[in-house]
């Protein structure tokens, strides 16, 4: 393989996955489950708090986030109907994979009813993909729940990891002779932090021994879910898609800094990886976040470029989350990295940036296969709405027009070259 120099081109190697990746709730539109029923209850609070919530220069350049449409995701992209113009967009970028999730609750709407047509769409797009030399990533749980489910408890119920595999079984079965690439749960830890640990309420229910529980659960879901993805095809390759933050002493000289950084390293990194490690194929690492740390458990104010979501923009911790993975000797995939930027003011020079770290990484025999830009498409963000812009394609949405950003093209470029100029 031949990397670095010449005239600073960094190439990559021959075979690597380029893409960008979504949710089915975020882009599709039109689904029914435990987060469009949580957001229905909490859009005017959300509104609401908006005000105290983002700081006043992200209140006016995002005004929208003060009403309560922002945060229903309706319509969505359309994602669900429009999927052979997005992926028609993916290959005129020279992207030759997706990620992108099944959403259950289309899946399997009324426990233990599976429904055809639902499963066909998914077959359908797959099909839609590989007719264009696209190579799918499916993640089989991307946040929400169906209804049902979150009535019975949701994860923490004892029966989830088998209710979950038996709909993962269903999926596979319909689509595993045309996917090799399955990613069982996307970040588990944010659920945890933030449904059952942290002040957001989001979707799940607060307590330290539902957060055990959610935990254990997912643990078993996931170990599960791969013997029985393994048993439906043995060509599988199986991970998850993990949240990686890069976290710092805040004062590197600091005992205690240093023991609190260990800590959250621990919990929030290593963890679950942990415990699923002999059920992996590989590592799918998201990497947006960057803290540092003092005790007990302060965050120090950070300097330098940040999103629009006000968090900082910091390429070298990719790196150094994958020097912290290596060690687990798997291949590794790059299953989200990305920003809010409406204007692409930075989304250029962040792409190029974080590529130049994994590049690294990957001299110093790091296995990195692929990466995916979080977003092929602007997207609902959760409870946080619409505003904040994630996509290489700008969304209108009034028209559900997609528009290439001038950093999507860059991209582009990138993956059509296998490397780019980088001119540091
Ligand atoms: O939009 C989310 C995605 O659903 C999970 N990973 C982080 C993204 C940006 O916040």
Redesign the pocket.
Same mark, same amino acid.
């Given at each position: 393989m031949k990397k670095k120099k010449e005239n600073n081109f960094i190439f990559f190697p021959k075979d690597f996955f380029w893409g960008s990746a979504t949710?089915a709730y975020?882009v599709e539109g039109g689904n029914l489950n435990d987060w469009s029923q949580w957001e229905e209850k909490n859009a005017e609070k959300l509104a609401h708090s908006a005000k105290k919530y983002w700081k006043s220069w992200q209140r006016k350049k995002f005004p929208q986030m003060l009403y309560p449409d922002n945060y229903i995701c309706g319509q969505a992209c359309d994602h669900y109907h429009r999927y052979e113009e997005d992926f028609d967009w993916i290959k005129s970028l020279h992207q030759n994979a997706y990620r992108f999730s099944v959403e259950w609750s289309r899946v399997e709407p009324e426990e233990g009813k599976f429904n055809k047509r639902e499963l066909e769409h998914y077959r359908q797009m797959v099909m839609a993909l590989r007719d264009r030399g696209i190579e799918p990533f499916i993640t089989l749980k991307? $946040?929400a729940n169906p209804l049902w489910l979150s009535k019975k408890g949701g994860i923490t119920n004892s029966d989830y990891p088998r209710l979950f595999t038996r709909y993962v079984q269903k999926v596979v079965q319909e689509l595993g002779e045309f996917c090799q690439y399955w990613i069982t749960i996307?970040?588990m830890m944010?659920i945890l932090y933030n449904a059952y640990l942290g002040k957001k309420n989001w979707p799940g229910e607060r307590g330290l021994i539902k957060a055990y529980k959610y935990f254990r659960m997912t643990v078993k879901a996931h170990n599960m879910a791969y013997e029985c993805i393994k048993k439906e095809c043995p060509r599988a390759q199986v991970g998850v898609a993990q949240?990686l933050n890069f976290w710092e002493p805040a004062n590197k000289n600091s005992f205690l800094d240093r023991l609190t950084t260990g800590a959250a390293r621990y919990f929030s990194n290593k963890k679950f990886i942990n415990a699923i490690k002999s059920k992996l194929d590989f590592i799918g690492v998201?990497y947006?976040f960057h803290h540092r740390l003092k005790f007990p458990y302060q965050q120090v104010k950070i300097e330098g470029k940040v999103s629009d979501?006000n968090w900082e923009i910091y390429p070298k911790g990719i790196y150094k989350v994958l020097q912290e993975v290596k060690k687990y000797n798997l291949p590794i995939y790059i299953t989200?990295n990305?920003l809010?930027d409406a204007k692409d003011k930075y989304r250029e020079v962040f792409i190029k940036d974080h590529l130049f770290w994994i590049n690294k990484a990957i001299q110093e025999k790091i296995p990195v296969k692929g990466y995916f830009h @979080?977003?092929l498409m602007d997207?609902f963000? @959760?409870d946080k709405g619409f505003w904040?812009r $994630?996509g290489l394609l700008e969304i209108d949405y009034k028209t559900l027009a997609r528009k290439l950003r001038p950093s999507g093209k860059v991209y582009a470029d990138i993956c059509a070259t296998n490397g780019f100029k980088f001119d540091k």
């Open positions: 949710s975020q991307h $946040f996307n970040e944010v949240l998201n947006y979501l989200e990305g809010a @979080w977003s997207n963000e @959760w904040p $994630f």
